[in-house]
């Protein structure tokens, strides 16, 4: 099955996510939260952003609004105000405000836990609602964002020319005891050392799986 969706054969795959597992056993996400709810709109408000940026703007927001109902009571415009620094601020904070009207009158004021419940909410795409249940539910999903698409295919690990054959590939090269942090150690290695502009070669430590051909030593 790996030779179908990978370059890698599956003891390389399997050593590729052991070697990122023993360096860092309990990966987390970077983005700050406080339960399911913030968690969502918070990765709602990650599009297009930073996580160091949606941090700096919520830090004051999920004190007074950490839940559909106290974020409903700030109103649009007090939305918009805490999350005014953020990209695309004007939309996200209507989008905000709709999944929320969604979550009370549909949910009961809870986060849904299936995908399809998930991408029914406004702003929700597909790779925020797998995260939302990775994080927050413990599914073993992989949401592929930049970082991931490129580590897929730079690597070798899962080529694909869109995000979603990378999330297919994934779906199937992944193996079993590695598929509930798998999302966070591609995220962590393609922001920190498998960069976009300058690979930082010389700090991998699976620099001797990885296929790409450029390596920068």
Known sequence: MAGKYSKLNRTDIFNFFDVLATDDPN??????????????????????????????????????????????????DGVKEHIKTIGLFNTKAKNVMKCCEDLVSKFGSQVPETQEELESLAGVGRKTALVVRNIAFGHPTCAVDTHIFRVSNRTGLAPGKNVLQVERALEKVIPEPFRMHAHHWLILHGRYICKARKP???KCKVINICKFKDKVL
Not at 29 to 53: C, M, R
């Open 200 to 202: 930082d070669c010389g």
């Open 27 to 76: 990966p987390e996400g970077e983005l700050d939260y406080v339960n399911p709810f913030t968690l969502l709109i918070a990765v709602l408000l990650s599009a297009q952003a930073t996580d160091v940026g949606v941090n700096k703007a919520t830090k004051n927001l999920w004190p007074i609004a950490d839940t559909p109902e106290k974020m409903l009571a700030l109103g649009l």
